[in-house]
């Protein structure tokens, strides 16, 4: 299957995507990021609409357009990555979800839309994805209160530190979700330590966490953020490895996208 890159092996497979990275908001001006620059998630969502998906990516503060094809809702915190993500991979309409009428957007050309957006797809077609792919950076933690307005030097309310709560993990509510047959990706940044090598601590995450297929990044190096190349091992839950070499992220979403590829051919 490496070889063709652009056979329709996905076609008629319904693929959610998540990209980018969260940002949790300390008051109405700052906040608590990370560095990720969305840019994996957009190669997978590029390649899995070239090989005939109906792929929607939920993009985390990613300043990129929509690849062809692809519906992008943008989401900024991840409690709104949490609602978009449980509402696209189920196909249902999020019970917080605000009944709002979604913008119509089927059909192949490029569109975007908010988070509020995304929630219900009353129009007949919103089904369970076939694929889930958490290739976004989700804060663990965020600000346990928001300042309404913005903190100011010198006043009484200064800041001395900040306080933090653990944000939901998203990945580990949609494993406990899914609908009968939904393939579940995840992705982790990992650097060995005493407690033992990446592919070790690798192993352990992809148990924690219940997926079918971690997609394993070296991080030791510091050389994935914002670049355009990428090294990854994909680990299933059968136990099985698969080491994709160094390239382009391209290259290694279409490496990926074989790995998950195969699995679902074996599903009805
Ligand atoms: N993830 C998530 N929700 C979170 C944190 C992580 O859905 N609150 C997802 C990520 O999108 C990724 C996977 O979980 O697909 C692994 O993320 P990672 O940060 O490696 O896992 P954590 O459980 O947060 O472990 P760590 O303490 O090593 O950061
Ligand atoms: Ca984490």
Redesign the pocket.
Known sequence: AGAGALAPDLSGRRVVI?AGGTREPLDPVRFLGNRSSGLQGWALARVAAARGAEVVLVAANVDLPAPFGVRVVRVET?EELRLAMSSESSGRQSSESSGRQPSESSGRQPAESSAQDALPLARGEARPADVVV???????FRPATVAGSKLKKGGAAEPSSVELVR??????E?VAARPAGQLVV?????TGDAEGDVLTHARA?LA??GVDLLVVNDVSAGRVFGRTENEVTVLAADGSATAVPAGRKDAVAAAIWDVVADRVARQP
């Open positions: 998540s991840a958490m290739a976004a950076a989700v804060a663990d944000n939901p993990d998203v990945l580990v949609l995840g992705f982790a940044a990992e995450k924690r966490k």
